[in-house]
């Protein structure tokens, strides 16, 4: 079978199952969404009449394709907590704070991380190979929420390059809602390059013991012209996955960053939703985590492919 073709019916079967999985999880939890909204004054008809509106007196297979028909189209139905608000709305509202925090740090991941990673590569044993290395552990090792709370203290209460809690929306300005935002995907950024380089470094040295490299250099290459034109490619094979992982975490809402920088984003809702019980949105949030997961991941497959033909070339 077409590895391309494969891959689809696979990506299209997991997220089938996942929102089977995402369905059937929020259906068995205790509790009632009109009850829920009404509070437990509410009278029985009172009940009975909003459950019906949500359409909660209809068998679960009936009301599985419901949903997910809903959920095919983006709509996932009205905020319990918010009645004038829908579940879309709120999400759509938060989605360019955390897509604008991903996109950026991975530019600042891919952009720093490669060029050190083959400085650090250079030399193995070298002043500079051991300098990342000390300082990629370093900066593995500080928490999110230090690493958060020191760029706060000193960026933005100190030199006042940004204003914490200040936040631009794009459709306002294009550089002020990047500009709000680049200290905390650099938050992100930080702890995310160093593993990258350490992850790069590591895949750079294997690549050098083979022995194409040793061909290479015997036909008169230099290191510098091996690294760049040989190592770096098949380095960066198992790099992509990696990074593939990060987009994917970054993306589906990085709390501790939002909650230390103020910024309202899919992970505080997913917080906050959860704390007012607000199942329609934890359950289309949950549904849009998971999604972007497997999204990423079948995306990160068919860069692996384009960049290696070798891959799944068994099937």
Same mark, same amino acid.
């Given at each position: 079978?077409?590895?391309?073709?494969?891959? /689809?019916?696979?990506?299209?079967? /997991? @997220?089938?199952?996942?929102?089977? @999985?995402n369905?059937l999880?929020?259906?068995?939890i205790?509790?009632?969404?009109a *009850? $829920?909204?009404?509070?437990?004054?509410? =009278?029985?008809e009172a009940?009975a009449? *909003?459950s019906k509106s949500?359409?909660l007196?209809?068998?679960i +297979?009936?009301?599985?394709?419901?949903w997910?028909?809903g959920?095919?189209?983006g709509?996932f139905?009205?905020?319990?907590?918010y +009645? =004038?608000?829908?579940?879309?709305? *709120?999400?759509?509202?938060r @989605?360019?704070? =955390?897509?604008?925090?991903?996109f950026? $740090?991975l530019l600042?991941i891919?952009?720093?991380? &490669?060029? &050190?990673?083959?400085?650090g590569?250079k030399r193995?044993?070298?002043v500079?190979d051991?300098v990342?290395?000390?300082?990629a552990?370093?900066?593995?090792?500080?928490p999110s929420?230090i690493?958060?709370?020191?760029?706060?203290?000193?960026?933005?209460?100190?030199?006042?390059?940004f204003?914490?809690g200040?936040?631009?929306? +794009?459709?306002? $300005?294009?550089?002020?809602?990047?500009?709000?935002l680049?200290?905390p995907?650099?938050?992100i950024a &930080?702890?995310?390059t160093?593993? /990258?380089v350490?992850f790069?470094k590591?895949?750079?040295r294997?690549?050098?013991a083979k022995?194409y490299v040793?061909t290479?250099?015997?036909?008169?290459?230099t290191?510098?012209?091996?690294?760049t034109h040989?190592?770096?490619?098949?380095?960066?094979? +198992?790099?992509? =996955?990696?990074?593939?992982?990060?987009?994917a975490?970054?993306? !589906?809402?990085?709390?501790i960053?939002?909650?230390?920088f103020? *910024?309202d984003?899919?992970? @505080?809702l997913l917080?906050?939703?959860?704390?007012?019980?607000?199942?329609n949105?934890?359950?289309?949030?949950v549904?849009?985590i !998971?999604?972007t997961?497997v999204t990423?991941?079948?995306?990160v497959?068919?860069i692996?492919?384009? !960049?290696?033909?070798?891959t799944g $070339?068994?099937?």
């Amino acid at each position: 079978m077409n590895y391309y073709l494969r891959k /689809t019916i696979i990506f299209i079967t /997991t @997220l089938l199952c996942v929102a089977v @999985l995402n369905f059937l999880l929020f259906t068995v939890i205790p509790g009632n969404a009109a *009850l $829920s909204r009404l509070g437990t004054e509410a =009278t029985p008809e009172a009940v009975a009449e *909003l459950s019906k509106s949500y359409g909660l007196d209809k068998s679960i +297979p009936e009301r599985f394709v419901s949903w997910l028909g809903g959920a095919v189209t983006g709509d996932f139905g009205m905020s319990s907590v918010y +009645p =004038t608000r829908t579940v879309s709305e *709120l999400i759509g509202k938060r @989605l360019p704070v =955390t897509a604008g925090l991903a996109f950026i $740090s991975l530019l600042m991941i891919v952009a720093i991380s &490669i060029p &050190i990673g083959l400085l650090g590569s250079k030399r193995p044993g070298g002043v500079i190979d051991k300098v990342t290395d000390i300082s990629a552990l370093v900066c593995m090792s500080v928490p999110s929420f230090i690493l958060g709370i020191l760029i706060t203290v000193v960026f933005g209460v100190g030199l006042k390059w940004f204003f914490p809690g200040h936040y631009v929306a +794009p459709s306002e $300005s294009f550089f002020g809602y990047v500009g709000c935002l680049i200290f905390p995907a650099l938050s992100i950024a &930080i702890p995310k390059t160093a593993m /990258t380089v350490r992850f790069l470094k590591a895949s750079v040295r294997r690549e050098l013991a083979k022995d194409y490299v040793r061909t290479a250099r015997a036909k008169g290459n230099t290191r510098e012209e091996v690294l760049t034109h040989h190592v770096l490619k098949n380095s960066l094979l +198992p790099v992509i =996955t990696f990074i593939g992982l990060i987009v994917a975490e970054v993306m !589906a809402g990085s709390i501790i960053t939002e909650k230390v920088f103020d *910024l309202d984003g899919i992970g @505080l809702l997913l917080v906050s939703s959860i704390q007012k019980r607000d199942m329609n949105v934890v359950q289309a949030v949950v549904m849009y985590i !998971a999604a972007t997961v497997v999204t990423v991941n079948f995306i990160v497959d068919i860069i692996y492919r384009k !960049a290696d033909p070798r891959t799944g $070339s068994g099937d």
